[in-house]
């Protein structure tokens, strides 16, 4: 492997100065990144919704990952985290554990990265950390935003005979992740990549299902596994049909649309959807909020006394997952 | 280097329920940690202070550190920032990038010594994300404090004509350090190696330096280069005695007390003690509060027109500092 020299790059504060300190400006409490710590002063009637989430290199990304959608990536799977929870994003903490191979160019994409999206979700960089490490290459996330005081849409909230919904379609990133490891050709599944690569959190979703979800979380470990934490945080039992689970055509083209490429997407993981429970006399609001915010929104099964997280034929039997998702161990 | 088999050790949620849940019991808005986010509504009348630092097996710490002073170093020295700006530390996020070789014993140390700082300082566990790694070992933490709303004690305050003060001894932590590398023996200098792994964070102090102090902030980087930072903030120049600058009898054993040792001490970094201004006119009501908390504080210099850190001897003339600090690259 190839490792530049540390010269080929600024030092610690010219990178902060030069790179950093201006995705701070427009943020006041940010004290343009000069000071020890960011000063947030929280509008009246808010809680502030706290999340910490970090991307590390060979486990999340990949070196070859274009910088600028490495960053937007390590920013996002926090946004998605306020998105389920129905919070406006406004700040963010970084932490940068950098080896010697990222150069400047390197550096100023990763920049350019987290601009676009600053600029594209309405927050601002607040603060951060920049350690050197022998590698690899990680970037840590801590994230806030806002809700009205209560109004946050918790794990907790599922209740029997409440309906299931996720947004979006299940199993891209999953997809795109194999086909970068060589499962097939990258050229014919892009859109696959992308969804690897970039998540799109559901911030307008999540802000609409305020009220109207009775308990929500984002799809980040896999479907299954996430529906797995809700049902427990909830103490209820969740039921899944399988063919109900959303499939994009891209990944139907990768995998098929059987019940394996079903159970496959299904613990995939890396989905940065919205899963979430409604009363079942809230389904009309439901798909009003999905239209209105035209984000494709699936119901695809139910709450039920009891507990865990089952995924079922259509003839209603019990199809057995042995893998439900990602762990990191 | 030996590694561990990964089920020398429970998966990631169960580490998680085991060892980390009840680091959030006493804190509602944790949410046991049992979904996506942490909700902090702050009290009225407050700002609310962010800092984030991380520590890094082989740059900031080594494997052989017990594990609860790993833990309480990671923890500390985002306290030591909060403790600079006067604030009172109310919670924080760990993110715990973690290779194989860490054992359960080795995590439980850890937790153990997350649980001892949380009831010393009175904050708590709120959140947090586990990231497997190829390694290094490194640990992330984002805390928060309070301030009565516009109370923070900034870098930015320092006005010609003040006087500069430090609380504590300078250069311990790296004499603990060069120790720690074979400098001189472990068994004779353990105060040192103490003051290199567990930081003191000067909370205390801080608070009560509240409208006393016009610009403050920790000593991390190395007082001068800390200094620097503190006179560009503000837009002055500082001079600081060598021959004032405190050094403990422990220091002096290793290193001596001439001009040399000081320069060194000045330059060492990771002291976590609090380098502030105050003006002149202030300077009884600084050593009063410094009698009221039971910290030593010195006076080693005064703020100037200008700009820039120079260090004097005794004739006033400027020694040169080839090497004013530590920066990561």
Redesign the interface.
């Known amino acids: 492997m190839k490792t530049r020299k ?1 010269d080929a ?1 600024p ?3 010219e990178l902060i100065e030069k790179l950093f300190a201006p995705l701070a400006r427009n943020a006041p409490g940010a ?1 343009g990144l ?9 509008p009246a009637g808010v ?10 290199e ?3 990304f990949f070196r070859e990952d274009p910088a600028d959608l490495v960053a937007q990536k390590a920013l996002r799977v926090n946004l998605s ?2 998105a ?2 129905g ?1 406006e994003p406004a700040g963010y ?3 940068l ?2 080896p ?1 191979w990222p150069d400047l160019g390197w550096l100023e994409s990763f920049a350019q990265g987290l601009a676009r999206d600053q600029a594209e979700f309405g927050l601002s960089l ?11 290459l ?1 970037v ?1 996330v ?1 994230a ?1 935003g806002f809700v009205p ?1 209560g109004a ?1 849409i ?3 909230g599922a209740r029997a005979g409440d309906c299931v919904f996720v947004s979006g379609t299940i199993g891209d990133s999953g997809g795109g992740l194999s086909v970068l490891k060589g499962e097939a050709l990258a050229a014919e599944h892009q859109h696959l990549i992308t969804r690897y690569r970039t998540p799109q959190p559901r911030l307008a979703l999540g802000r609409a299902l305020r009220g109207v979800a009775s308990a929500a ?2 799809v980040s470990d896999g479907l299954l596994a996430d529906l797995g ?1 809700l049902a ?2 909830s103490g209820v039992a969740i039921s899944i049909d399988a063919t109900r689970i959303p499939l994009s055509a891209d990944l139907m083209s990768l995998w098929g649309d059987d019940l394996d490429a079903r159970c496959r997407a299904a613990a995939a993981g890396d989905d940065y959807e919205i899963a979430f429970a409604a009363p079942s006399a809230a389904r009309d609001a439901v798909m009003a909020v999905a239209r209105q915010v035209g984000v494709a929104v699936s119901e695809i099964g139910r709450v039920e006394e009891g507990q865990g997280v089952r995924l079922l034929d259509v003839a209603g039997r019990e199809i057995p997952v042995p893998h439900k998702g990602f ?3």
Chains 1, 2 share one sequence.
Do not use: N, Q, W
């Not at 809680?47 to 590390?56: F, H, N, P, R, S």
């Not at 920049?130 to 690899?136: F, K, Q, V, Y």
């Open positions: 540390p790059r030092g610690e504060f004290l000069g000071d020890d710590v960011a000063v947030l002063a929280p809680d502030v919704l706290l999340k910490t989430d970090a991307i590390v060979s486990v999340d985290d306020l389920a929870k919070a903490l970084l932490t554990f950098l010697e607040m603060g951060g950390d920049m350690s050197s490490t022998p590698g690899p990680a840590s801590s806030y005081s946050m918790r794990r907790a979380l984002d934490h427990r945080a762990t990191h161990f």
